[in-house]
């Protein structure tokens, strides 16, 4: 279902229920909590902020489509994710043909610090984080940002498709190699 049919979808709901129903209210609820999450979730999944932005009101969108439906879902904040990862992974298959998006570079267009000496010290260690973290395996990165969300084990196994274990053990390597790298 496309982006253009979903949000058709909503705003004719919308229109129809013209008070609030316990099913629009959850979802709001939800996006409420979990948005940022998301969108920063897509960031480091490599997507440009314009593409992340959209991708997180399409999981919504999704979300109250499925509930509409009838379908029941344990646990929302993990199927949040698991359809953020699922999308963000398209959506990024889509862009090969563009540079993956850059944190630095967002920290270079933030707004200068009073001190020059304590701006040029922030940017290192910002930059020596960032190249720490692009040398995680894809599985560690994504298992360490979906825990920094406040996934646990299990939610983030769900996501990702793997055992819990499988998440501890890449979350140690993980921590590991930043700690190795920041040194």
């Known amino acids: 279902m496309s982006l253009t049919s979903l949000s058709e979808e909503l705003t004719g709901a919308v229109r129809q229920e013209r008070t609030t129903s316990p099913l629009q209210d959850e979802v ?29 009101q399409e999981v919504f969108l999704r979300l109250y489509a499925t509930l509409k439906k009838g379908e029941k879902i344990q646990n929302p904040r993990a ?65 360490l940002f979906l825990r920094m969300e406040g996934l646990r084990y299990p939610e983030i196994g769900s996501v990702l498709g793997i055992s819990p274990s499988a998440v501890g053990e890449f979350l140690r390597r993980a921590i590991a190699r930043l700690k190795k790298g920041a040194l």
């Open 28 to 56: 709001a609820q939800l996006f409420l909590e979990a948005r940022d999450d998301v969108y920063r979730y897509l960031l480091s999944l490599g997507l440009y902020p314009p593409q992340a932005q959209e991708g997180a």
């Open 79 to 143: 199927w949040i994710f698991r359809v953020a990862h699922n999308l963000g992974l398209k959506i990024r298959m889509r862009q090969n043909s563009q540079a993956p998006f850059e944190a630095d570079v967002e920290s270079q267009l933030a707004t200068s610090e009073p001190n020059p000496e304590q701006s040029l010290l922030a940017r290192e260690q910002t930059l020596r984080f960032h190249r720490a973290v692009e040398n995680l395996s894809d599985q560690q990165r994504r298992c």
